[in-house]
């Protein structure tokens, strides 16, 4: 809903008519515009006034007034209301006036001019409103993260109906609407003080469509949308971590009418494991020694994510020192690279030891002893 204030002299400083522009009179059919407007590009076309401003403006203008009047709607609108009956509607928008130009013998004028003359409003109108976005929480095992899997997911959502492909309307059964006369849109005129108040605003028959269901569909009974359960597959690459997002584009809810549909968000979290703590692309896993192992050195076998490793104790190893197994971690999603599983060392003391352990032992210590005395 937009408001605009309109003085009354407001009228003769904008623009002209436009079938004073085009130099037809009002009963003029589409054969008449469009002989008008070969005769007057034919005049103002930017390749017989190179450089020249006023005929570039004037082009812009004639190309206006032929958009609105050669086609049935916006001409009827325009016919109605008047210019304001066109705002928010880019008249250009969905004209070829390269192939128009091509037609009459003119040179389509390169895309950069094309781009100055009709690129500035067409944008902003392009510019089409979205439905909403979705998100689904996916969690997986770090196990199914190391990998990457298939995921089916089910997905509530609402899409265009496939019986109605979303008009609502039984068979296609709809006709104009005859409030806005098709157009959609609708002027409402206020006096006051301090001028007219003209409010446009969408019309509230038929909701801006411009057309009026006959019969509604009976499927999606005539909402153009269905509430359904949807199955999709999404591929999950290996090594995603927590706070990891896959977007699916446009798998989101449907809009209605000409709506993109919004994406759908999957949000990856993964399960903390019982065995492997995960930090980025690295993996730690702790393991207890005894004192001969960590003295003399070992070979141990390790688990590591994708089966088991050999890990080589160094003799002298402390306790809470950390050992690397290269390349034993995570992959990062996209590259070969792949992270390291790093295991803590805990060194454990003895309990319950046998005599000859303790022999073995003390007799380790009296070493120890004689070794310090010397
Ligand atoms: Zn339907
Ligand atoms: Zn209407």
Redesign the pocket.
Known sequence: MFLSAVTPSWQNMEARDYYEILGVDRTANESDIKRCYRALAMRYHPDRNPGDDEAFAQMKEVNEAYAVLCDSQKRRLYDLYGREGLNGVNPTEGVDFSSLFHEFGLGGFGESLFGSMFGQRGRQSRERRKAADLRYNLTLTLEEAFLGVEQNLEIPRRRT?????????KEGATSTCERCHGTGQFVRERKTGIGVFRQIGVCPDCQGSGTIIKE?????????L?EEVSELTVSIPAGVDSGHTIRLQGEGESGEGSMASGDLYVVISVEQHPVFERNGDDLYISREIGIAQAALGAKLSIPAIDGDATLEIPPGTQTGSMLRLHGKGMPRPGSRHRGHLYVVVQVTTPTGLSEEQKDLLARFQRLEQDRNQR
């Open positions: 109906c496939t019986s109605c492909r979303g008009t609502g309307a509604p569909c009976s499927l999606c009974e005539g909402r153009g269905l």
